[in-house]
């Protein structure tokens, strides 16, 4: 039972366009949701994150979009550089905090020259 | 500035061995957590603990055991390893409203 899903296990984007990870969530209770990054060999690292009093949080070139009604969020990376690459973790919480997350599965994101 | 710190990074255990697996973090976090990494399943939660002398479990806790004897250290560990213990394991720490800092990850095979 996958509470958080993120559908799209790879994602390859030209450098210097706009890349769209996607995650839905099924529980409602989630009210704080996180995005990280992961390389290879290393652990993952807090990207962006955005309460569920908010529909948009933007810091540089990420931006996360949360679509409450469609249990749905997505992370916005513009323009996207080969530095990016990395895989991409949707995480959620219930506790009005960032306690006991929630991870989707990851998504692979490739950005070619 | 370590931040949170795992040893051992790989080890190979036998079916039938056990082993702890130690996370230490220097930043005075209350929370500590212990997830696994597995293909397709992203990461899941084992154990975590809200403060020292304090443990409870998370959504795939059998098969291992945690201690909190330190506000800085949180101990996993597996008394008698199963190959579907094959797993990279990260433990992470936070502070209440801001996200997680990980370790780095110890990545475990059981033969």
């Known amino acids: 039972d996958q509470q958080v899903k993120q559908n799209s296990p790879s994602l390859s984007v030209q450098e210097g366009r706009i890349s769209i990870l996607n995650c839905d969530y099924t529980?409602?209770?989630?009210?704080?949701f996180l995005w990280y990054k992961k390389y290879p060999a290393e652990g993952p690292t807090f990207l962006i994150s955005?309460?569920?009093?908010?529909d948009k949080n933007e810091d540089g070139r990420f931006t996360v979009f949360l679509n409450k009604s469609a249990k749905h969020l997505s992370l916005h990376i513009v323009p996207s550089q080969p530095g990016d690459s990395a895989v991409y973790f949707c995480?959620?919480?219930?506790?009005?905090?960032?306690?006991?997350?929630?991870f989707g599965q990851g998504t692979r994101l490739t950005i070619n020259p | 500035n370590a931040g949170v710190t795992q040893t051992p990074k790989f080890r190979v255990l036998k079916t039938g061995q056990s082993m702890t697996l130690l996370c230490a973090q220097d930043?005075?976090?209350?929370?500590m957590y212990w997830y696994r990494q597995d293909p397709g399943m992203g990461l899941r939660l084992i154990h975590y603990?809200?403060?020292?002398?304090?443990?409870a479990k998370g959504e795939v806790p059998d098969g291992y055991n945690v201690s909190r004897l330190k506000k800085q250290n949180f101990l996993l560990g597996l008394e008698s390893a199963a190959p579907s213990q094959t797993s990279v394991y990260f433990c992470?720490?936070?502070?209440?409203?801001?996200?997680?800092?990980f370790g780095s990850g110890t990545r475990l095979t059981v033969v």
């Open positions: 995480a959620a919480s219930a506790a009005q905090g960032a306690q006991k997350l929630v």
């Open positions: 529980n409602s209770m989630f009210d704080y």
């Open positions: 930043m005075n976090h209350e929370y």
């Open positions: 603990s809200v403060g020292e002398g304090t443990t």
């Open positions: 955005i309460s569920s009093i908010k």
């Open positions: 992470a720490s936070s502070l209440f409203s801001e996200g997680y800092t």
